[in-house]
């Protein structure tokens, strides 16, 4: 049922505590938020409309870089000291850290965060589900739809047409022995970025990427087999440029149209359009990954460290309410910061469908909303992180030493197989 503004705070953030009056006369005067770059300017946009729900109550926002906010939260959350009241996490920190117990459970009472589940794309509440403590801690508020952005043009100039890339991976990797050919460019910035993707693809609902729910390593499997044997075909044709991502060779790629597509989340359009290569606007388009392939390119969830100051947890509670549930602040958010919305009801409206410039006109908010629809959530498992370093270094093996997969792979197995109850 979609509520507006004013009904979400009657139906939710007024309610929420036992004693409610009791508590707002004690509430405290200042509440700490953590966050980096742009997702602390969404939350600083919200404060006018929480200061009218709260007067007089003091957000104070800490704002660090990406990677050293979660290195700070990570500290935070182990130490218990210099908590503060709501911690913004990036997608991949969420499922780490939901396996320890460092985040409050938002699923028993005064949070009843499951009587909002069916507000939210359903893979991103997913996300933030222990299912091994039936533990539910944090709640969704953007996400990132993954995407192939191709250029239209270099596409033209090789003869094909986006249905050459689309059917299969196999198919991608021969239209770009085809682009590279007729214009000289890249398919793409570097062969570990069609390994990242078709491992993901072909995963069912809560199953587990490198291991299973017994913790079994899966990297001796077909879908990785597979990724492996791409990626060589990649390098193999020079269809790589072999820069690495955010780098300013990467950059250059996109500015000199010697990157032909990128395998990416939705919010990539902004950043290309914003700052990476405005100069190339109209010249890309938009469709849904290769293989009929929809996996997701991070997303940001907010939480309450189970550590953090009790006094502020209502306000906490509210606070993170109003971002994620609130249809208004979502779309400010989605329109100011390229923040695709996590709450369905801010997928109800004209905007998706109108045209994007950077995209020469065509509606691909449509397209996104459709893939965002279609995203299972995956088992996330303590030792993923590492897992990534063990079979990216693996695969680098093969790219640069000629290495045999079937090798790498199981040097990949035994070394995780090791870590995998640590």
Not at 56 to 76: F, K, L, N, P, W
Not at 82 to 105: H, I, K, N, T
Not at 184 to 201: E, H, M, P
Not at 234 to 256: I, P
Request: with cysteine; net charge positive; charged share 20%.
């Amino acid at each position: 049922m979609s509520l507006s503004r004013r009904g979400v705070l009657a139906a939710g953030l007024g309610s929420a505590w036992s004693c409610a009056g009791a508590v707002q006369a004690k509430q405290p005067r200042q509440l700490l938020v953590a966050a980096f770059p742009l997702v602390d300017e969404i939350i600083r946009a919200a404060l006018p409309r929480f200061r009218q729900l709260h007067p007089g109550v003091d957000v104070e926002i800490v704002s660090r870089q990406y990677v050293d906010h979660h290195t700070a939260m990570t500290t935070a959350l182990s130490t218990s000291v210099y908590l503060p009241d709501v911690m913004a996490l990036e997608s991949s920190y969420v499922g780490r850290f939901s396996q320890g117990g460092g985040l409050e459970d938002l699923l028993p009472q005064p949070y009843g965060v499951d009587r909002y589940r069916e507000r939210f794309v359903r893979f991103a509440y997913d996300q933030a589900v222990n299912h091994r403590r039936g533990a539910v801690v944090a709640v969704p508020t953007d996400i990132g739809p993954g995407t192939l952005l191709y250029r239209h043009d270099l596409l033209a100039k090789a003869g094909l047409t986006e249905a050459a890339l689309t059917p299969s991976w196999e198919a991608y990797v021969k239209a770009g022995v085809r682009i590279k050919a007729a214009t000289g460019a890249y398919l793409v910035s570097n062969a570990q970025v069609v390994k990242d993707i078709v491992i993901r693809s072909g995963l069912q609902p809560g199953e587990g990427l490198y291991f299973d729910q017994a913790s079994r390593v899966l990297v001796t499997s077909r879908r990785f087999v597979r990724a492996f044997e791409l990626a060589r075909e990649v390098r193999r044709n020079k269809l790589d440029a072999r820069v690495t991502a955010w780098s300013n060779e990467w950059a250059e790629g996109f500015k000199r149209g010697t990157l032909a597509t990128e395998l990416t989340g939705a919010w990539m359009v902004g950043q290309l359009a914003n700052w990476v290569a405005p100069g190339t606007q109209g010249l890309w388009r938009a469709a849904q990954l290769p293989e009929a392939t929809f996996v997701s390119y991070g997303g940001t969830f907010y939480s309450i460290p189970r550590q953090a100051t009790a006094a502020n947890k209502p306000l906490a509670w509210d606070l993170i309410r109003l971002l994620t549930l609130d249809r208004a602040q979502q779309f400010a958010a989605f329109k100011s910061q390229d923040a695709f919305p996590a709450l369905l009801e801010a997928h109800e409206d004209p905007f998706f469908a109108e045209p994007l410039p950077f995209l020469g006109g065509q509606p691909a908010r449509m397209l996104w909303r459709d893939a965002a629809r279609r995203i299972s959530a995956t088992q996330v498992h303590k030792q993923n992180n590492f897992a990534d370093e063990v079979v990216g270094t693996e695969l680098e093996n093969v790219l640069d030493r000629g290495k045999d997969i079937a090798s790498a792979l199981g040097d990949a197995d035994r070394l995780l197989a090791r870590r995998a109850f640590r």
